[in-house]
């Protein structure tokens, strides 16, 4: 099967969304665009669910060893994490070359409470490397996924290919994904409050473990949890008017942590822009991306609010 792109690969961006219907269509959608890639002298990375990792390693042969290949269940486990810690490392990393990746955010097995943040990314791959020579192909599973996230796949991708022939597609418009996903956030059964102002950072931490202990996370996941709060809880009294409020509770077998304050986040890749080494600020939103299962966030001018979520 050839894949015939209205916007091929070269010095512009494009962020084409591929339909299939089984593991065939899988590999004849993406094994020519790796091939072909890796001709052109393209740096190439495959970030999908460790199955279609297998098919791609197997059906590459030694052509493998020339692309980066990540497990997207793991290190896309948080959708808040790709754009930082797996797109950008590749986008960044070989300037002066247009550079190739194959990645699938969404996947039939992902939870109803992780789309809205699955869909969100999508959105905002539009934004974060409109600039960069670059082509982003997102595989999605027609016959496994729900026919609303093919719905917003038309949305966030401008490109559709399906049975091997692309075309525009008509209903693009990733801001209205961003600002669909901008909306209040349901209200928990029951939580713990806990203000909190500078004087109460320390308390307002030990009562994150206390509750990740009882929550039955380990020392580890335990310390991540308090470190993305900790970040939070700052970002409050820098930016969110000098104090906040804490809630807990526990929900579809996670601890969830929200940090609520004054303040508006503006930049909508906040959190997910690459940092460089000697960058001494921005970094606490990042990390909290990066320790969690999870983010859902919530910002209007008249505050925000910021959940994470841990698997117990």
């Keep these: 099967m050839i894949i015939t792109e209205p916007h091929p690969a070269g010095t512009a961006f494009a962020h084409p969304a591929l339909f299939y219907r089984d593991a065939e269509e899988f590999l004849a959608g993406t094994v020519p665009f790796v091939l072909d890639g890796l001709e052109a002298g393209d740096p ?3 970030a999908v669910p460790d199955p279609h990792l297998q098919l791609l390693r197997t059906e590459l042969g030694p052509f493998a060893e020339q692309v980066r290949l990540i497990n997207m269940s793991e290190a896309g486990r948080n959708p808040g994490r790709i754009i930082g810690e797996v797109l950008s490392p590749v986008a960044y990393g070989h300037p ?3 550079i190739r990746i194959v ?12 789309y809205p943040a699955c869909v969100l990314h999508e959105a905002l791959i539009n934004l974060a490397f409109r600039d960069r020579s670059a082509t982003i192909l997102c595989p999605y599973d027609v016959t ?7 719905v917003d796949a038309a949305v966030t991708h401008p490109v559709l290919i399906e049975r091997g022939r692309a ?20 209200e928990p ?8 102002g500078v004087d109460q950072l320390a308390a307002a931490r030990k009562l994150v473990a206390e509750h990740a202990a009882c929550a039955g996370l380990d020392e580890e996941r335990i310390d991540d949890v308090v470190l993305a ?9 820098r930016h969110g008017g000098g104090s906040g409020l804490l809630r807990l509770w526990e929900e579809k077998g996670h601890l969830v942590c929200e940090v ?53």
């Design 167 to 186: 075309h525009t597609s008509p209903d693009f418009a990733p801001e209205q994904i961003a600002q669909a996903c901008n909306r209040p956030l349901p």
């Design 44 to 46: 190439v990375a495959v």
């Design 229 to 237: 709060v900790g970040e939070l809880a700052a970002n409050s009294l």
């Design 96 to 98: 002066g070359s247009h």
């Design 103 to 114: 990645g699938e955010p969404v996947w039939p097995g992902r939870t109803t409470l992780e």
């Design 260 to 312: 609520s304050d004054t303040g508006h986040i503006t930049d909508l890749l906040a959190g997910r822009r690459p940092v460089s080494a000697r960058q001494l600020s921005g970094r606490g939103l990042r990390m909290v991306h990066y320790f969690a299962d999870l983010v859902r966030t919530r910002t209007s001018p008249e505050g925000t609010t910021t959940r994470v979520y841990m698997r117990r």
């Design 189 to 196: 059964t029951a939580a713990i409050r806990f203000p909190f």
């Design 144 to 150: 496994g996924l729900a026919p609303d996230v093919l």
